[in-house]
C-alpha cells in the first residue's frame, strides 16, 4: 500500500498544469526526434541538457523521459513507411512493416506499432513502479566497497555492451575517466590536469561534453561524411485494424512485454536484442509463416515494437535505484541528474522520493499522450521528413551552441565544445562508442570516492574487496561480463569447424 500512496502522490506533482505541459512537449518532441532518421533521443536530450540550468528539477526529469519513450513511439513511422528506422530498436519493424505498407496495409502496420508500444509502456510502467523501490530497499545496504565495484560493474558493461568491440568500448571509457578527473581534488584540493588554464579548475561541465559528442558529433559527421539518399514513401493509409489483425497482435503484444522488460533491467545490449528475439519468436509461432519476409506479418511488427519500448521502460530502473545507465540516452540522463546534484542509486528514493514518484507518474500519463498522438497524428509526423537534411542539422548545430553558451556565457566553453564535437566525429568515424565517455566522466569522481573510503575502512589493505560477499559477488560479474562473450563465441567457433 505504502508504494500506491507514494504513486498517488506522485500523480498528484506529475498533473501539475506545468508538469503536464513539460510532459506534452517531451513527448512531441521525442516523437519528432523518433521520426525523423539519424537523430535518435540521445542526441535530442543532449542538445537539450543546457535547459537544467533554468528549469526545476521534476519538470525537467518528465521533459527527459517523454523525449526518451517518444522517441521509441515515433521510430516505428518511418520503418514502416520509408523501410528507415529512425532507431536502432526500429530496424526489426522496419523488416515486416515496409512489406506491409508496400501491400497497402501501412494504417494497420502503424497502428498495431503504435497500440503495442502503449501497451507493453504500459505493462512496463506497472512494473517499474513496483520492482524498483525493492531493488532499492536492497541496495541501500551496500557500503564503499560493494558502491566501488557496482561502478566498476556499470564501466565494464556499459563499455562491453554498448560498443562492436570490448577494446574500443574500454579506450572510450579511458577517455572518459581521464576527462572526469580534471579539475581540482576533492579530496586533497591539488588541481589535476588543467595545463595551467583557470577555465579548467573546475572540472569540464557534463553537459558540455554530452552535447559536443552526441549532438555536435552528429551533426558535423552527417555533414561531412554521410552522402545524401533519394527516399521513397509508400502511401499512408487509414489507422485501424480489423477484428482478425487485433486477434494476431494482442498475444504478440503480452509475449514482447515479457521479453523486452528484462531485456532492459540489465546491461545486454539495449533493445536490439529483445527485437530480434520477439521476431524470431513470433515468426516461430505464427500460424501464418508464409507472410513473413513477403506480404508482410502484423506479428512481426506487434511484438518487435512492444519488445523495444518494455526494454526502452525498463531500463529505468538500473538507473534510478542503482545510477547504471544501460543505454547511450539514460547516460545521457544520469548526467542530467547529476546536474541538479542528485545521485541515481540505492539512496534516491529516500532523498528525492518527490523527484522519483512523480516521474514514475508522468510515465503513465506520458504514455497516454504518445498514443493519442501517434494514432490520428501520424500524418503530420511523416510531413517532418519533408525538412531538408541540411537545415536539420543546422538547427541542431545552433541550439547546441546557443545552449552551451548560456550555461556560463564562455567563449572558452564553445572552443571547448567543437573540439569535443570533432572527437565525437572521429570516433563515430572509427565506431568507438560515445556513451562509455559521459559514463566514464560522470561515475569516475564517484568511484575513485568509494575506493579511497573502501581502503581506507580496510585500513589500506585491497583485499577488503575480497573480504566482503557483496563486492567480491560483483567482482565475479565483472569477470563474467568481459570472459563469457569471448568463451561462447570461441565455442560456437569451434561448433561450426
Keep these: 500500500m505504502e508504494t500506491l500512496d507514494l504513486l498517488m502522490h506522485g500523480f ?8 503536464l505541459l513539460w510532459a506534452f512537449v517531451g513527448c512531441m ?38 523525449i526518451y519513450y517518444g522517441a521509441m513511439y515515433g521510430g516505428s513511422t518511418t520503418a514502416i513507411l520509408l523501410n528507415t528506422p529512425g532507431e536502432a530498436g526500429s530496424m526489426v519493424t522496419a523488416m515486416e512493416g ?7 496495409r501501412a494504417g494497420a ?27 532499492a530497499r536492497h541496495a541501500v545496504r551496500l557500503g564503499p566497497p560493494e558502491y566501488f565495484m557496482l561502478m566498476v560493474l556499470a564501466f565494464t558493461t556499459v563499455s562491453a555492451v554498448l560498443g562492436k568491440s570490448l577494446l574500443r568500448g574500454m579506450v572510450a571509457l579511458l577517455v572518459g575517466l581521464a576527462l572526469g578527473l580534471i579539475g581540482i581534488d576533492q579530496i586533497t584540493g591539488q588541481a589535476r590536469y588543467t595545463a595551467g588554464m583557470p577555465e579548467l579548475m573546475d572540472g569540464i561541465e557534463v553537459v ?25 514513401q509508400n502511401r499512408l493509409t487509414s489507422t485501424h485494424m480489423t477484428r482478425q489483425e487485433w486477434r494476431r497482435s494482442w498475444p504478440a503484444w503480452l509475449r514482447a512485454t515479457a521479453i523486452g522488460f528484462p531485456f532492459g533491467t540489465v546491461p545486454a545490449g539495449g533493445s536490439e536484442i ?9 515468426k516461430k509461432l505464427s500460424r501464418n509463416p508464409q507472410e513473413f519476409g513477403t506480404t508482410g506479418a502484423i506479428e512481426g511488427v506487434a511484438g518487435p515494437e512492444a519488445a523495444n519500448n518494455a526494454a526502452v521502460t525498463a531500463t529505468l530502473i538500473p538507473l534510478l535505484t542503482l545510477g547504471i545507465p544501460t543505454s547511450n540516452t539514460t547516460a545521457i540522463l544520469l548526467g542530467a541528474f547529476q546536474n541538479y546534484g542528485i545521485q541515481p542509486g540505492p539512496q534516491l528514493f529516500d532523498s528525492n522520493a518527490a523527484l522519483v514518484w512523480a516521474l514514475i507518474a508522468s510515465m503513465y500519463i506520458g504514455n497516454v499522450m504518445l498514443l493519442i498522438l501517434n494514432l490520428p497524428l501520424v500524418g503530420l509526423w511523416v510531413k517532418l521528413l519533408n525538412i531538408p537534411k541540411p537545415y536539420l542539422y543546422a538547427g541542431i548545430l545552433v541550439f547546441s551552441t546557443l545552449g552551451v553558451y548560456g550555461m556560463r556565457q564562455s567563449a572558452f566553453d564553445l572552443l571547448l565544445l567543437y573540439a569535443i564535437g570533432l572527437l565525437g566525429v572521429l570516433m563515430r568515424r572509427f565506431d568507438f562508442p560515445a556513451a562509455p565517455v559521459v559514463v566514464g566522466m560522470i561515475l569516475g569522481p564517484l568511484a575513485e570516492t568509494q575506493m579511497r573510503n573502501a581502503v581506507a575502512i580496510g585500513e589500506g589493505k585491497w583485499t577488503i574487496f575480497l ?18 562473450p569471448r568463451l561462447l563465441r570461441r565455442r560456437a567457433a569451434r561448433t561450426a569447424g
Design 12 to 19: 498528484a506533482t506529475a498533473a501539475t498544469p506545468v508538469n
Design 109 to 135: 502496420a502503424l497502428a498495431t506499432a503504435a497500440i503495442g508500444s502503449f501497451v507493453a509502456g504500459s505493462i512496463a510502467t506497472v512494473l517499474v513502479t513496483f520492482f524498483a523501490p525493492l531493488v
Design 467 to 484: 573480504e566482503r560477499p557483496g563486492s567480491l559477488g560483483l567482482i565475479v560479474v565483472v569477470l563474467a561480463v568481459l570472459l563469457l
Design 274 to 282: 529483445p527485437t530480434f528475439l520477439s521476431y524470431a519468436t513470433e
Design 208 to 232: 558540455l561534453i554530452a552535447v559536443g559528442l552526441f549532438a555536435v558529433g552528429e551533426a558535423l559527421y552527417s555533414v561531412m561524411y554521410e552522402g545524401q539518399t533519394e527516399e521513397t
Design 29 to 66: 518532441i521525442g516523437t519528432a526526434v523518433g521520426v525523423l532518421p539519424g537523430i535518435g533521443p540521445a542526441v535530442a536530450v543532449a542538445m537539450l541538457l543546457p535547459i537544467t540550468v533554468r528549469v526545476e528539477a521534476t519538470a525537467s526529469m518528465i521533459f527527459f523521459a517523454g
Design 98 to 104: 515496409n512489406k506491409m505498407a508496400r501491400n497497402g
